[in-house]
């Protein structure tokens, strides 16, 4: 790109490049999805859901209905965009962007990557959280790098989450009377890819694809390919959550109807005797994920179940989680 800084056929090029082009692309891609015709990035998972599934959206941009499904009602989408966060030189402590692989300033490769981005669920009033389960299926798209040590590889992703999995509903409403109750910030929830509350959701991957400079590969797409359950990791890889807690283990064997040796003051060990008996009978790993979401949630929200609001009853009551 033969440009210059500080002249006239530089800021032409750009506005053509960055807001003629863009805008004209972004609104005939609007014109299909139903999507918002907003160019920003959070915006393209939106687009690339409703391609990927095939639903299109109400044109809401960040208010209503982000995707249409006809016979369900409505889907939600969330974009967590990991691939554009500034990095730090380590040696002299200079910016790096994501692309450099060594610093512009004084060439060192000792990069100190970011990647804490996160999927965020807002529920400032109690009408938000009790309408939190109203969408049929919550769609959590991921930019991210599959090496965040040499980022040239963009990985795409999308899941599909049950809403009323028991590792969601029962995680919304611990954050909205256990978390956020306490907060003075309010923030919204953050979920963070490939965490353990993460895997509690029973995320199902119906999208996969990698993009290497130009050239894109589509590992997983809706219709042609299986789509791939999130695998929670062996129970002892749990043992410093600090979600898990030692109370919360006795429950859990309990619930899976197994019995430990180990003392519950052992986390590791019980988590680590509790995962080769559950190797050992084959249980599946669905129900170990909802068996793991209850124990570590139920005791902590049963008390506030009888009085949530909106259709959190209605919601609950369909998927049986009271």
Same mark, same amino acid.
């Given at each position: 790109?033969?440009?210059?800084?500080?002249?006239?056929?530089?800021?032409?090029?750009?506005?053509?490049?960055?807001?003629?082009?863009?805008?004209?692309?972004?609104?005939?891609?609007?014109?299909?999805?139903?999507?918002?015709?907003?160019?920003? @990035?959070?915006?393209?998972?939106?687009?690339?859901?409703?391609?990927?599934?095939?639903?299109?959206?109400?044109?809401?941009?960040?208010?209503?209905?982000?995707?249409?499904?006809?016979?369900?009602?409505?889907?939600?989408?969330?974009?967590?965009?990991?691939?554009?966060?500034?990095?730090?030189?380590?040696?002299?402590?200079?910016?790096?962007?994501?692309?450099?692989?060594?610093?512009?300033?004084?060439?060192?490769?000792?990069?100190?990557?970011?990647?804490?981005?996160?999927?965020?669920?807002?529920?400032?009033?109690?009408?938000?959280?009790?309408?939190?389960?109203?969408?049929?299926?919550?769609?959590?798209?991921?930019?991210?790098?599959?090496? @965040?040590?040499?980022?040239?590889?963009?990985?795409?992703?999308?899941?599909?989450?049950?809403?009323?999995?028991?590792?969601?509903?029962?995680?919304?409403?611990?954050?909205?009377?256990?978390?956020?109750?306490?907060?003075?910030?309010?923030?919204?929830?953050?979920?963070?890819?490939?965490?353990?509350?993460?895997?509690?959701?029973?995320?199902?991957?119906?999208?996969?694809?990698?993009?290497?400079?130009?050239?894109?590969?589509?590992?997983?797409?809706?219709?042609?390919?299986?789509?791939?359950?999130?695998?929670?990791?062996?129970?002892?890889?749990?043992?410093?959550?600090?979600?898990?807690?030692?109370?919360?283990?006795?429950?859990?064997?309990?619930?899976?109807?197994?019995?430990?040796?180990?003392?519950?003051?052992?986390?590791?060990?019980?988590?680590?005797?509790?995962?080769?008996?559950?190797?050992?009978?084959?249980?599946?790993?669905?129900?170990?994920?909802?068996?793991?979401?209850?124990?570590?949630?139920?005791?902590?929200?049963?008390?506030?179940?009888?009085?949530?609001?909106?259709?959190?009853?209605?919601?609950?009551?369909?998927?049986?989680?009271?």
């Amino acid at each position: 790109m033969a440009v210059e800084l500080g002249t006239i056929g530089g800021s032409e090029t750009l506005i053509r490049d960055l807001y003629i082009e863009l805008r004209k692309k972004i609104n005939e891609w609007a014109n299909l999805t139903k999507q918002t015709a907003q160019a920003r @990035m959070g915006y393209v998972g939106q687009h690339l859901v409703s391609v990927a599934t095939g639903y299109p959206g109400g044109r809401s941009g960040a208010r209503g209905h982000d995707l249409v499904i006809a016979g369900h009602g409505f889907g939600e989408i969330k974009t967590c965009y990991r691939i554009d966060q500034l990095g730090k030189c380590l040696n002299c402590g200079h910016p790096v962007a994501p692309m450099e692989l060594t610093c512009s300033s004084c060439g060192s490769d000792k990069i100190q990557r970011n990647d804490d981005s996160k999927w965020l669920i807002s529920m400032s009033h109690e009408g938000d959280f009790g309408s939190v389960l109203d969408a049929y299926r919550y769609y959590l798209v991921l930019f991210d790098f599959t090496d @965040m040590a040499n980022p040239q590889t963009v990985r795409s992703s999308i899941w599909e989450v049950d809403p009323l999995a028991p590792g969601f509903a029962f995680c919304m409403i611990d954050y909205w009377h256990n978390i956020r109750a306490k907060s003075q910030s309010k923030a919204p929830f953050n979920l963070w890819p490939y965490s353990l509350k993460f895997a509690l959701m029973r995320p199902l991957l119906i999208y996969r694809s990698f993009i290497d400079g130009d050239a894109i590969r589509t590992e997983i797409f809706p219709g042609i390919h299986a789509p791939v359950y999130f695998e929670l990791d062996p129970l002892e890889d749990y043992a410093r959550s600090g979600n898990l807690k030692g109370d919360k283990l006795p429950i859990l064997a309990s619930l899976l109807k197994l019995q430990v040796r180990a003392k519950e003051t052992q986390r590791s060990a019980f988590l680590s005797e509790l995962q080769e008996q559950i190797t050992k009978r084959h249980i599946p790993s669905d129900v170990v994920i909802d068996a793991l979401a209850r124990a570590l949630y139920y005791n902590d929200i049963k008390s506030y179940l009888p009085k949530v609001p909106g259709n959190l009853p209605a919601r609950l009551r369909e998927g049986k989680l009271i």
